[in-house]
């Protein structure tokens, strides 16, 4: 049986159970150290991540960024894809190496990139997202310090504000950081993203100057009078305790605090949660957090944009558990358990209600902002079969089940303005090189030949239709 939304189809879109609402951005997203390629283009200064992959050992396979999926010289045919699919927005990122000139400055012939691709989305109809920073710091800066320095986060207001002069009348969302929790945590915890660093105090530190970057971020986009909405892209979890011990839950309420209130807080409500400042007392006093900090963080957003893959299901570790690679400063003592059900390539557990209900989490504690899902998706290891054809029935029941999810935040109550699947095109997937295939379009690296896969022509038929049927 029909729905009432199916019902009310509108004049030309197939009927669908769950329809999303009109004005709905159904997008795709990419970053520009895992597409770009082209690494020393036009005075492109090296970045953490080329000196990390550099380095032997760090990436599976020993790949590295230096041609990706060749997006710089192929950006237009990538663009045409784009628009062959229907997407109504596309989210890219910035890259601070390109835009920076040595020893500071703006270079401005990596700047003309970014305009060039913004012009060219416009003229295909496709509303440009840009992500001012996802991961590529420039080395120069980690040389002085990196996110662990206070300096890094006034550097990179100056950055913002070049970005912004140049593309501000032009991109419709902007976020300013992609998931400062990977930056902090992975790059300076666990030191199993760039630039490696494994030192809990300087991913405290991390944390907080890259909320600081933010703020600094936010008030150069706004003295810019930039048109689009200002954001910034978290990788916002849902953390479950395995059982309703006091101690598991204690753990959960621990991953919680490190996780998601970490940055949610001081974002939306101005002020670190006390937990988290207690759980890490005995590493850091947090007088790196200095007068004023916290307004300039808290400055008012235009929407929360939100990743999300998985959800964490924890409890408290056995007498005597220490995990000493815990990316979560302070958290040794919890343990990580699997997720019973299917997984992806990543071995992620597909869980669409954890979705769901951190789409309602974040409405329901931080008073509703606006929201994108500017990342969702997953790996399979797909190939091109005999036919030409890319047949990856998982990613897109993955997909409809996530769509699914998020469609029932909507008709919760969660002021969900639009989707990006991770990722457009398959690409460098960080310390896990090029193997994990996340893309809706398949790139063969050696010829860097683009093939549609059948879930992008599902993408397609869903955009077409402004919604999807209920899963069976
Ligand atoms: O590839 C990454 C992306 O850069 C950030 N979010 C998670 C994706 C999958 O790991």
Same mark, same amino acid.
């Given at each position: ?293 916290? =307004?300039?963080? /808290?400055? $008012? !957003? ?8 998985? @959800? +964490?299901? #924890?409890? &408290? ?47 329901? =504690?931080?008073? /509703?902002? $606006? !929201? ?8 399979? @290891? +797909?190939? #091109?079969? &005999? ?47 090029? =193997? ?19 879930? &992008? ?16």
């Amino acid at each position: 049986m029909r729905t009432l939304a199916a019902a009310r189809t509108s004049a030309g879109q197939p009927p669908v159970d769950l329809r999303f609402p009109a004005g709905f951005q159904w997008g795709a997203a990419t970053a520009a150290y895992q597409i770009e390629g082209a690494v020393r283009a036009n005075g492109r200064l090296p970045s953490i991540w080329d000196t990390f992959a550099a380095t032997p050992g760090r990436i599976a396979g020993g790949h590295t960024g230096e041609h990706a999926s060749d997006h710089f010289r192929r950006h237009r045919e990538d663009v045409a894809l784009m628009a062959e699919l229907g997407l109504s927005a596309y989210r890219f990122s910035v890259a601070w190496p390109r835009v920076r000139a040595a020893g500071g400055g703006v270079n401005a012939a990596g700047l003309a990139f970014y305009d060039r691709l913004v012009d060219d989305l416009l003229a295909a109809g496709i509303s440009p997202a840009a992500t001012l920073y996802h991961w590529d710091l420039p080395q120069e800066l980690e040389d002085a310090g990196g996110w662990a320095a206070r300096d890094t986060a006034a550097r990179y207001g100056q950055y913002v504000a070049a970005v912004a002069a140049r593309l501000g009348d032009r991109v419709r969302l902007w976020n300013t950081l992609n998931e400062p929790w990977c930056s902090a945590f992975l790059g300076y915890g666990s030191g199993v993203h760039a630039p490696g660093r494994r030192d809990p105090r300087a991913a405290l530190r991390a944390a907080h100057h890259l909320l600081l970057a933010h703020g600094h971020g936010v008030a150069a986009l706004r003295a810019a009078g930039v048109t689009g909405q200002v954001s910034v892209a978290l990788n916002v979890g849902t953390v479950r305790p395995v059982s309703d011990a006091p101690a598991d839950r204690d753990a959960a309420r621990r991953i919680d605090g490190l996780l998601n209130r970490i940055f949610l807080d001081p974002l939306l409500r101005g002020a670190y949660p006390a937990d988290v400042l207690a759980d890490t007392a005995a590493l850091s006093d947090w007088s790196f957090v200095r007068e004023g900090d916290l =307004d300039l963080i /808290a400055a $008012p !957003l235009d929407a929360l944009c939100v990743n999300y893959y998985q @959800p +964490d299901l #924890v409890g &408290a570790g056995p007498d005597g558990h220490h995990d000493a690679d815990t990316p979560y400063p302070g958290a040794e003592g919890v343990a990580f358990h699997p997720v019973p059900g299917p997984v992806t390539a990543m071995g992620w557990s597909v869980d669409p209600g954890g979705l769901r209900d951190m789409l309602l989490r974040v409405t329901r =504690d931080y008073g /509703a902002p $606006p !929201l994108y899902v500017t990342e969702n998706g997953a790996a399979y @290891p +797909d190939e #091109v079969d &005999a036919d030409g054809r890319v047949r990856d029935p998982e990613r897109t029941d993955y997909l409809h089940r996530h769509l699914a999810a998020a469609h029932e935040a909507l008709t919760a109550g969660a002021d969900l303005r639009g989707f990006f699947v991770w990722s457009l095109l398959d690409n460098f997937e960080w310390a896990l090189g090029y =193997d994990k295939r996340f893309g809706l379009i398949h790139v063969d690296y050696a010829t860097q030949r683009r093939t549609v896969k059948d879930s &992008a022509h599902w993408y397609g038929r869903t955009i077409a239709a402004n919604g999807v049927d209920r899963p069976r």
